[in-house]
């Protein structure tokens, strides 16, 4: 994570890492917040997570409270990101163009996080080793419903290894799983 970002033009990004000032391309960044009204420390950023131990949904709520409205079911394994530590119940994260709140019994540990081992983030990547395009599929299973081709010679990013088959990135505005035998970096 960088610090202190300071917008400057299409290209570069001004931020502050371990204490060196510098300059970024945008294109290496990735922005990281929390629920607009909450100061966070550092060490409430969790990661991404997958949504698990429900039947078929986790609710996210507008507010941490069970009884807080209604924004979005989650499905049983989707993945949701940015990922803050609210309270021992609940946590504050994204999906899709949603924020709210899930129960923290519903979500476990994918990767990324204040303090995470850097090997699980590999930055970006292009798509290789296929004829016109890759599968970007729903959950980190070949199986799983595909959201998206994505073209070779094509370039993701956010790219977190999450498996020894599959790593979860984003492409074209989607969050979603490709094979790491698809990824060159």
């Known amino acids: 994570m960088v610090y202190n970002c300071w917008y400057v033009d299409d290209r570069f990004t001004y931020c502050v890492y371990d204490g060196l000032e510098g300059y970024i391309l945008n294109t290496n960044l990735s922005f990281l917040a929390g629920p607009v009204g909450y100061e966070y420390r550092d060490e409430d950023y969790m990661g991404n997570f997958e949504i698990v131990n429900c039947k078929s949904y986790a609710s996210l709520r507008d507010y941490p409270d069970t009884g807080a409205k209604l924004l979005a079911r989650v499905p049983l394994g989707s993945i949701v ?22 129960l923290n019994s519903n979500l476990s540990w994918i990767s990324g996080g204040y303090g995470a081992a850097s090997s699980d983030y590999v930055g970006d990547a292009v798509i290789v080793n296929c004829a016109s395009w890759a599968s970007m599929r729903e959950l980190p299973d070949t199986g799983s419903a595909r959201i998206a081709k994505v073209p070779l010679g094509a370039v993701v990013t956010d790219v977190y290894i999450v498996s020894e088959r599959f790593a979860q990135c984003t492409y074209g505005g989607l969050t979603g799983y490709i094979l790491l035998d698809n990824l060159g970096w």
């Open 81 to 102: 990101t940015n990922v803050f530590y609210q309270d021992d119940r609940f946590s504050y994260c994204v999906f899709g163009d949603q924020e709210g709140y899930i």
